[in-house]
């Protein structure tokens, strides 16, 4: 990260605080188009919540640095140690 062209990632490259975690948060681009054009019940549809669940483990499982994981509206947060 430390030559990206973003100046904001060149500012905070670098030793993470100590006794602090690192937490990565995944957005869900367009969701509410997505569900509106495949038609799924709102606020929550069992078939979409399944299949992020699903992924999330599978990303939990592919990275064992990750503590935890946790879902909210259509972002995903995974905290790593």
Not at 3 to 25: F, K, Q, T, Y
Not at 51 to 80: P, R
Request: glycine letters at 4%; aromatic letters at 8%; charged letters at 25%.
């Amino acid at each position: 990260m430390a030559r990206s062209e973003l100046e904001s990632v060149r500012a905070v490259d670098g030793p993470c605080v100590p006794n602090c975690c690192r937490v990565l948060r995944l957005h869900g681009r367009s969701l509410p188009r997505f569900s509106e054009q495949r038609e799924f019940n709102k606020p929550n549809d069992d078939r979409v919540l399944h299949v992020v669940a699903k992924c999330a483990q599978a990303v939990m499982e592919e990275l064992a640095a990750i503590v935890t994981a946790y879902g909210l509206s259509d972002e995903y947060s995974f905290v790593f140690k």
